[in-house]
RNA sequence: GGAGAGGUGGCCGAGCGGUUGAAGGCGCACGCUUGGAAAGCGUGUGUAGGCUUAUACCCUACCGAGGGUUCGAAUCCCUCCCUCUCCGCCA
């Protein structure tokens, strides 16, 4: 949520920086000022009635003490109610669309942010590593997984539908491996404490992080009861702190989570439609963390390298992406895209997505930070990123390390969680 | 799911229709005291919104949430949520 004085003050400006993500988002402004200069003015008139309210009800208590009678005072003050009804119902009309208005505009983008339109225009800001010297044709993922017994798609989707899979074997063994590993990395080595927190969360929650009022068709609801499967653990762990106030020097404050990550996919039809790329429930650590607004932006880029750290430590091939004011998520003022190889595809494809939310979700789940010597609190920023998407690592390792004779090798940081297993084959 | 108890400031805990944003205590901050510390004494110590150059004053709201009764509600009534205890069920 923006600050509504930004955008009382600064409108020109909020307007063109919201227009960067595509021309006419910032439109939802052009009636807010006017309905927000409306609602105080509503609110002042109330505020002003209820003052002489309190005043007048103050007296009709010292005279009935007194054994006098107050009729005349009390009839004025029924009076004076009815206009504050009036007031109060036009003030809470007011302030209620603004608030909706402000929950559906995104946030703005950085400075740093490139300038574009969509995917295309995303800038590529480093390479690590080499592609595989693979001197056969690749084969993909879901052939390997298939092949050597991983996988059950078919199966999957005889039990669930289309868009789950079944990790069987050495499969499940292996990406179990994998979350294990990515844990330790960000706890050990990294910093970060772990959470696990619940898959199902509330709605305040959901419009904590930014995911409702807007995404609503994005999610899974459940029938019987008013909660959401949760898209990403970004949402129950920058909640686990909504509406408190931290204090200063505990941060930053460092969270990693593996969940589980339900999505529909709604409007992703013919994407992806092959192998595990892009499921409706998928296996993720994420990595979040709210930090003082000086410091979001360096705390970005560190978020990157614990990120890579993984893709690092498995030797995976990859390249660093800053995605352009288009192609940006809704909360997000700034996104680094990593992207890992993928063979059988001969294209990166995004396996992290760290962002920095700026003030944009403190604001709206009321997250602040209050320094030891007094003053006011202030909002955190809060910033999240993959840490990562343990599927699609998954896919990465098939690819990157399949052999000729279609078994895979093991990198070596893995071997310790599969028992000292170098290879799989059939 | 059934029965009962309860949700008040950072914490504990009073208040149960009238100057109560809320007694008292603890904690915390600052000051005095001290060689230093403790104790003691004093002062201060919530959040949001409005107004404002102002994080000064002033005003409004907030005692789980939302409604209602009343001239007036933390206090009375209704609905919902959450916590605890017992029973049932269950991993």
Redesign the pocket.
Known sequence: MLD??LIREQGERVHTQLNRRGPGTSKALDQLVEI?ARR?DA??K???L??K??????E???L??QGQN?DA???E??QI?AETDECDGKA?DLEAQVRSTLLNIPNIPSDSTPEGTDESQNREVRKWGEKPAIDFTPKNHLELGESLGLLDLKRAAKISGSRFAVFKGQGAALLRALVQFMLNTQTRENGYEELYPPVLVNEDSLIGTGQLPKFEEDLFKLRDDKLYLIPTAEVPVTNYHRDE?LPEESLPVKYAAYTLCFRREAGSYGKDTQGIIRQHQFDKVELVKFVKPEHSYDELEKLVTDAESILQKLKLHYRVVSLCAGDLGFSAAKTYDLEVWLPSQNTYREISSCSNFTDYQARRA?I?Y?S??????ELVHTLNGSGLAAGRLFVAVLENFQQADGSIRIPEPLQPYLGGLEVISS
């Open positions: 509504i004085k927000d105080r609110l002042n109330s505020q002003t209820k003052n309210k309190k005043t007048l009800s103050a009709v208590g010292k009935k003490k107050a005072l009390m009839a003050v029924k109610n809470g106030i009321m602040r209050k030891k010597d007094g003053g006011k609190s």
